[in-house]
């Protein structure tokens, strides 16, 4: 009765990747298709699940007795092959005109060297499998096993790594802070992964529970919340570097060879036209659209930012912004209008926004500063 309960738990929750897998192999990013095929291979992880609860309690047919001997080597397989998927979305995304490479193929080799391994030791010991074979599957799916859990711990650095390059370069990109730009999403969704995985080894290694009750637990119940919570937001998360290939220009040389002379004037070049067009007023300002006022390369750009400001594009423009929401406050005009529109006014996307950043930069809260400069009449 629990295997059964079981089944139709795991078989419930295959249903939700195998949905989320067409519904993203359909979009024609190429981030999203590789997420579809993250969802495929959960979907295949989760229906060997269930082939081994079907195949343990068949006794009578020699392939079912394999598999049950096997340990359920499908299960490892296809598990050694979700975390490379995971990482090869999350660089997909954050990497601007990413493209397929076959080399990312290499990230898939031990969950084929184990398959070959297993195919090699059924080959040579099937007419003695019920000795053998058993011990020696399960002794490679122990390595299996353990490999899974390196991956997952040598992958997750990775991908701590890959986000912490990421949000230095979204400084340098954008004028603004998004959710989704930030992947933050992903990295709750990250550790979420992580912790189930932790609790996965506790149980199956350390705790003494019920086998059915452990897997309902702490693999059936968080999956569904997992791969539910992940499918929806993957398929809205926006491309992140749109519009790169269409707005950027020709690199002439490479931006660490930029001369100081050509690097001053792009910078001066990029004064000229915030003060002209005042575009740090923009609240959705980023790189690509000055690149293309002023037909220079966005890499050369943010260079000359942050070789002749030394600092990043982000608190450049946000600099600016603050600049200009000291100057509307000191201007008796706006003495009746709201802190809100006066942040608007200087190119914030939101009061919070507002009042991080002059804060930082001036000390105080816009709404201080106002009171204070009432208090000095």
């Keep these: ?90 660089k997909s995304v954050i990497t601007e005109g990413f493209k397929w490479n076959n080399k990312y193929l290499i990230h898939f080799l031990p969950s084929f060297i184990y398959l070959s391994a297993v195919l090699t030791v059924c080959v040579i010991n099937y007419h003695f499998f019920y000795i053998d074979m058993r011990e020696k599957i399960r002794y490679l799916n122990n390595i299996a096993s353990i490999v899974y859990y390196l991956k997952v711990l040598i992958y997750t650095i990775f991908i701590v790594l890959m986000f912490i390059k990421h949000q230095n370069k979204l400084k340098n990109y954008f004028s603004y802070k998004s959710n989704k730009k930030n992947l933050n999403w992903l990295k709750v969704l990250l550790i979420f992964f992580v912790i189930i995985s932790i609790l996965d080894f506790l149980v199956v290694y350390h705790f003494d529970f019920n086998t059915h009750l452990k897997m309902i637990i702490f693999i059936i119940l968080p999956q569904y919340f997992y791969h539910t919570t992940i499918g929806i937001l993957s398929l809205k998360q926006p491309k992140i570097y749109y519009g790169t290939e269409e707005n950027d220009f020709p690199l002439t040389e490479k931006k660490e060879h930029l001369s100081d002379e050509k690097s001053k004037e792009v910078f001066n070049k990029v004064i000229m036209l915030m003060e002209e067009k005042q575009l740090f007023k923009k609240p959705d300002l980023s790189i690509y659209s000055i690149s293309k006022e002023l037909d220079i390369n966005m890499r050369y750009i943010s260079y000359s930012i942050n070789r002749e400001a030394k600092t990043n594009f982000l608190d450049f423009i946000n600099a600016m912004r603050v600049k200009e929401a000291e100057k509307l406050l000191k201007n008796k005009v706006y003495n009746d209008y709201t802190i809100e529109y006066i942040g608007s006014e200087a190119g914030f996307r939101s009061q919070q926004s507002f009042n991080f950043w002059f804060k930082r930069l001036m000390g105080t809260t816009p709404s201080n500063y106002k009171k204070s400069l009432s208090n000095t009449k």
Excluded: C, Q, R
């Excluded at 981030?31 to 579809?36: R, W, Y």
């Excluded at 095929?37 to 992880?45: K, N, S």
């Design 1 to 90: 009765m629990a295997v059964l309960l079981v089944n139709y738990l795991v078989f419930a929750l295959a249903v939700i990747p195998i949905i989320f897998a067409i519904l993203l192999l359909l979009e024609k990013d190429i981030s999203k298709k590789i997420f579809g095929a993250f969802f495929i291979v959960t979907f295949l992880w989760i229906i060997s699940l269930i082939f081994h609860n079907v195949f343990y309690i068949s006794h009578d047919i020699i392939i079912f007795n394999f598999i049950k001997y096997s340990d359920n080597f499908f299960f490892f397989f296809f598990s050694i092959n979700t975390i490379p998927f995971y990482y090869l979305y999350v």
